[in-house]
């Protein structure tokens, strides 16, 4: 029914009644969220090409339609598809999610899969991803056993790994907006010598252009000038009011730090992105 790792529905995405492609779509929990946003026949897409997985999501869609007032079945419509060969038009949709799908993917099919996302969004579009990540070592054992990557578990990478992944596309902007702790693979029950801990983590890649200085990758990092004056001005589009701190991007985050400055505390990433400051 439900057999996704974070959430990617945020109502910051979905403002101006987007057309929100959800590619993978289990018993279609998310598709019902994101309808809740655009209300309107068609404007959110799920593609899966299992047919079992499609009548599943469509038996619980028609339940839905019985027990909420607000939702009607045509809002969302099902499309038999492929994550690797996705059956849109370029630059047709808004917003594009996945959860707990492109984890299975193992390094060439997901850079398809990421490529088509990028394909069928539009310009400035929104991607948003939630999957596994983790920064302990796989033994290849487990990363190639299908069954478990197909439950989740054994194709978590490392974080940074799969941000490199997306901006690798060429999506401009990345936020981290979440990290939270999701499993443990012990070597009681797997074949590993050690413990290995997993995350899930909820990632947005806009399709901004990509800076000539490289994406703008946001993990909650923050600077915070404590100076004589009221403001600093870097002269690159960043204020910082005095002692309020002000979200950046790692990129900026490193440059403000290499200024040298005894005035501008920058702060480590907490993974929870949520929004404002400055790239
Ligand atoms: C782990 S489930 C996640 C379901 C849902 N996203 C959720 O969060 O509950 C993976 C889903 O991806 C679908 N799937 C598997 N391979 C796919 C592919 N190549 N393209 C699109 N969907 C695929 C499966 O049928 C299933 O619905």
Redesign the pocket.
């Known amino acids: 029914m439900?057999?996704?790792c974070g959430s990617t529905v945020n109502p910051r995405d979905l403002g101006q009644n987007p057309t929100v492609l959800y590619?993978?779509?289990?018993?279609g929990?998310?598709l019902l969220q994101f309808s809740y946003f655009n209300r309107r026949p068609g404007a959110v897409i799920g593609?899966?090409?299992?047919a079992r997985?499609l009548d599943v999501c469509d038996g619980n869609l028609r339940q839905a339609e019985r027990e909420n007032n607000w939702f009607k079945r045509d809002f969302v419509e099902l499309r038999n598809?492929?994550?690797?060969q996705l059956p849109l038009e370029d630059e047709s949709v808004d917003v594009a999610a996945?959860?707990?799908?492109f984890n299975?993917f193992k390094k060439e099919l997901l850079e398809v899969a990421l490529g088509e996302m990028h394909r069928v969004l539009k310009p400035h579009g929104r991607l948003v991803l939630s999957d596994p990540t983790s920064e302990d070592l796989m033994p290849e054992s487990l990363r190639n056993d299908d069954r478990l990557r197909?439950l989740?578990l054994s194709g978590a990478m490392p974080l940074q790994q799969y941000i490199d992944f997306i901006t690798g596309i060429g999506f401009g902007t990345v936020e981290v907006r979440a990290r939270r702790p999701y499993r443990v693979l012990a070597p009681e029950q797997y074949d590993t010598d050690s413990v290995i801990f997993i995350e899930s983590v909820e990632i947005c890649a806009i399709k901004d252009p990509m800076p000539a200085d490289g994406p703008c990758v946001f993990t909650g990092k923050h600077a915070i000038y404590y100076g004589e004056e009221a403001y600093f001005d870097d002269g690159n589009g960043h204020t910082l009011l005095h002692n309020q701190p002000l979200a950046v991007c790692d990129k900026t985050a490193k440059a403000l730090g290499n200024l040298g400055r005894k005035d501008i505390y920058i702060t480590g990433s907490t993974w929870f992105y949520d929004g404002g400051g400055c790239c």
């Not at 590619?23 to 018993?27: C, I, L, R, T």
């Not at 593609?47 to 299992?50: A, F, G, I, T």
């Not at 598809?81 to 690797?84: E, K, P, R, S």
């Open positions: 439900n057999y996704g590619v993978g779509v289990g018993g929990m998310e593609v899966d090409p299992v997985m598809g492929d994550a690797l996945q959860n707990c799908l299975i197909a989740c």
